[in-house]
């Protein structure tokens, strides 16, 4: 199963359909190596992808590598995704790996939570919501595997305070920073009563079901996208490592929202940037409407529970139609009959 989604897979493919000479499963590790990057991907991110490429660990292999080494011994490619969700990429993708790229569909949550009604209700991000009125609350998480420095999280919360609308962050502090000095000097004595920021565990899928929400700014992580598009919220986009890049400007050609300007070269932002994403989804009417018109759109995709219970059909049955004759080289896929 692939851990990148298709929109980063074409990313990092771009100019592979100029290169035959290249072995589809090292192709990304190749034009990584000639600097063969996609214009719409900005510099810092294409440095940290090419990072991947360095000898790692005690084999010296690379990680993209391992990956290539994996990809050619593997028949077939499964992937968190489908055509529906990313459009172009997901045919290219496949193109590119040169062997079957299958759907697996979402697998989104229940749009409940799967939770028993009541759980979570005496959670105190779930009681401020409560107070809050309907759609006034920006929610800011980005993710738990690769925190902010210190200094963008200043610029982050400044520009929060900026912008003026309600927002409810679940921050994970930066490591090696005490707990006095992860927020600005002052910042929650000026933003009390209209935002509330929690460094422990706070219920994501029922905050984002709560009625109060109205935009979700994240980092763009494939699970984060699909349970905010569930319950249909604009977004505010701030990707930070891995795929996430290629993600936001998918869902920024799907018109769902915005993502906060950048420097070119280092990835830094400022909280004249945050200001002006989160009030373009938030506050202006005109920009409003389009991006909550598209993500609701974007709801009815991530909400076909019978589409991706499909897709999952369809990968078993592909699974079970595989004839082997003890050489997986030589394996070949009957289509499915669905």
Same mark, same amino acid.
């Given at each position: 199963m692939l851990q990148p989604s298709a929109a980063a897979i074409a990313a990092l493919g771009?100019?592979?359909s100029e290169r035959a000479e290249l072995a589809a499963a090292s192709v990304f590790e190749?034009?990584?190596?000639?600097? =063969?990057?996609d214009a @719409?991907?900005?510099?810092f991110e294409w440095e940290r992808v090419a990072a991947l490429c360095a000898p790692f660990g005690a084999s010296g292999m690379s990680i993209l590598r391992r990956g290539s080494l994996t990809l050619e011994r593997c028949t077939i490619a499964a992937i968190r995704s489908c055509p529906e969700w990313e459009l172009e990429a997901f045919p290219l993708a496949g193109k590119l790996l040169g062997k079957p790229l299958v759907p697996l569909g979402l697998l989104p949550p229940s749009p409940d939570g799967s939770?028993?009604?009541?759980?979570?209700?005496?959670d105190a991000a779930v009681r401020w919501l409560d107070a809050q009125p309907l759609k006034s609350v920006v929610y800011l998480a980005l993710g738990s595997e690769v925190p902010l420095p210190v200094e963008l999280v200043h610029e982050l919360a400044l520009g929060l305070e900026l912008a003026g609308t =309600?927002?409810?962050? @679940?921050?994970?502090?930066p490591s090696g920073v005490d707990a006095a000095d992860v927020l600005p000097p002052g910042f929650e004595e000026r933003t009390h009563g209209h935002g509330l920021v929690t460094m422990g565990w706070v219920p994501q899928t029922t905050i984002l079901e709560h009625g109060a929400i109205g935009a979700f700014l994240t980092h763009c992580g494939r699970s984060s996208l699909i349970e905010g598009l569930l319950h249909g919220h604009p977004l505010i986009m701030l990707p930070i490592a891995t795929d996430q890049g290629s993600n936001a400007r998918l869902m920024e050609r799907r018109k769902v929202g915005l993502q906060v300007p950048r420097d070119e070269d280092d990835g830094s932002f400022d909280r004249h940037g945050v200001a002006s994403a989160v009030r373009a989804v938030m506050v202006d009417e005109d920009t409003r409407r389009v991006f909550v018109a598209n993500a609701v759109k974007m709801q009815e995709i991530v909400a076909d529970k019978e589409l991706h219970e499909r897709y999952i059909d369809e990968f078993v049955q592909q699974l079970r139609s595989y004839i082997t004759d003890g050489d997986s080289s030589t394996a070949s896929c009957r289509p499915s009959s669905s």
């Open positions: 771009c100019g592979a190749q034009l990584v190596a000639v600097e =063969r990057r @719409a991907m900005p510099r939770r028993a009604p009541g759980v979570h209700v005496d =309600r927002f409810l962050w @679940a921050l994970r502090k």
